[in-house]
């Protein structure tokens, strides 16, 4: 399995690399993107910072789309995507701090599989969506859950300053719609599903939603939550954890 990261030097220099079997940081030069190779040179985690893999252009996000968690809800499955936008600013990286917007009395976290637009797409079928994605990572879509109740809509409540926290690592070896998904809270699971509750798997996601809008090289789309969502306070440890991927963690201040 191959997984990649982005992280920053202590120069102050962005950097893609491939992580080895002894979790070092092999450094990559070109263009993730397009071509790119493999250096010579090993990087130690611990002397470089963890950056979100991309800043997209957009978050484009599904509401519910996990069978557990629409049957927590009490709602019945949607016909179609449900699907809303979280802007560039919520995004944060790994050990970054989740700020609690004095405007909101709840937060909550929800953990979820992100997809990573390789290629600019639009109107693109499901048999060649697999060749227009960069990779697969964690997500973590806080939301103001207050202020989602109180507003109707959801813009106010899912783009708070650092309300996406994403990474740590990316790669494309995983089975998207078969991995496990899990949420941690101060070492406690409170989330522990299955991309195989998708209501929608991943290539449908990707094709309806480039029917509606251009999704743009970096942007993503996030996949949904499972059930098992809650409030997070001041002072929490927050971790997603996807099999194949890694352990995102964060913490609220």
């Known amino acids: 399995m191959i997984k990649f990261v982005k992280y920053q030097t202590k120069d102050g220099l962005t950097h893609f690399g491939l992580i080895n079997k002894e979790s070092n940081f092999i450094e990559i030069e070109g263009d993730i993107f397009t071509s790119y190779k493999v ?53 944060i990286g790994h050990m970054d701090k989740i700020i609690y917007p004095e405007m909101s009395k709840q937060i909550d976290y929800e953990a979820e599989l992100a997809i990573i637009i390789k290629n600019t797409i639009k109107n693109i079928e499901e048999d060649l969506v ?37 990474g740590p690592y990316f790669t494309k070896d995983i089975n998207p719609d078969k991995v496990a998904i899990k949420l941690y809270l101060n070492n406690e ?20 939603i480039s029917k509606i809008m251009t999704l743009n090289r970096g942007d993503i789309i996030t996949t949904g939550t499972p059930a098992g969502i809650g409030p997070i306070k001041k002072g929490d440890k927050v971790e997603v954890e996807i099999e194949g991927i890694g352990k995102l963690t964060n913490f609220v201040e």
């Open 130 to 166: 697999d060749a227009n994605i960069l990779g697969y990572t964690c997500l973590n879509d806080i939301t103001a859950r207050d202020l989602q109740k109180k507003d109707g809509q959801w813009t106010r409540a899912k783009c708070f300053d650092t309300f996406a926290p994403i």
């Open 189 to 208: 699971l409170k989330q522990n599903s299955n991309t195989s509750n998708f209501i929608f798997k991943t290539k449908k996601l990707v094709n309806f």
């Open 39 to 91: 250096t010579d040179k090993i990087i130690n985690p611990e002397e470089v910072r963890i950056l979100p893999p991309v800043i997209p252009s957009k978050i484009v996000a599904v509401g519910l789309n996990y069978k557990d968690h629409a049957k927590e809800l009490g709602m019945k499955l949607p016909d179609e995507p449900i699907i809303f936008i979280k802007t560039p600013n919520t995004v």
